[in-house]
């Protein structure tokens, strides 16, 4: 495990102690600015951000991938899509039959998306680190789109949902259905 530079603590507490008086009404709320920093704190702790990355993982023996089946392992590493930002979507069918919660969590930090699976991985198996950053993103906000979605990230849809994929559309990346995917909040980005 990767751990968290000084500079990126002193980001998050800023930004969590940050008064709203201090917020102009163009600056978006600051827990929704804190949640972004605890993605994006994440995603910078990931083993695997891009293909060769994943490469380098499989040639390990204890990576988390080698619990699934030959087939589902397969499956899982074609459904992958990066982004140059991380981990865009991912099919999830497999691990969730496959898997057990903590392990769908070892896997899911791989890839630093531990956060964006809350129907496979609940709070109780993060460890001390992601404790911490999951109480960031489970700040009330005043948003009602994100807390009728059940949690971070939101989209123009108000969040993103099970049954996605990350395409390429145009001069960005957006997410598209696709059902037994998981499109993620690395996916939306431009260029």
């Not at 751990?3 to 990126?8: R, V």
């Not at 102009?24 to 920093?37: D, F, G, L, W």
């Not at 949902?161 to 998981?182: F, H, K, S, W």
């Amino acid at each position: 495990m990767k751990p968290i530079a000084p500079l990126t603590i002193a980001i998050l507490i800023s930004v969590t102690l940050l008064p709203l008086s201090a917020i102009s009404q163009e600056r978006p709320n600051p827990a929704i600015e804190a949640k972004a920093v605890a993605l994006e704190i994440a995603n910078s702790q990931a083993s695997i951000r891009s293909e060769a990355e994943l490469q380098q993982n499989l040639r390990s023996k204890s990576s988390p991938l080698h619990q699934l089946s030959p087939g589902a392992k397969e499956r899982l590493i074609d459904s992958l899509v990066f982004t140059e930002t991380g981990l865009g979507s991912m099919r999830t069918d497999d691990i969730s039959r496959e898997l057990s919660e903590q392990q769908i969590y070892e896997l899911a930090k791989l890839f630093g998306v531990q956060f964006e699976l809350p129907k496979l991985i609940t709070p109780s198996v993060y460890d001390k680190e992601d404790q911490a950053l999951y109480r960031l993103i489970q700040q009330p906000t005043t948003e009602g789109e994100l807390q009728s979605c059940g949690g971070w990230p939101p989209s123009d849809s108000g969040c993103l949902e099970d049954g996605d994929v990350c395409v390429q559309m145009g001069g960005g990346r957006t997410c598209m259905p696709l059902p037994m995917n998981v499109c993620f909040s690395n996916c939306e980005s431009s260029g």
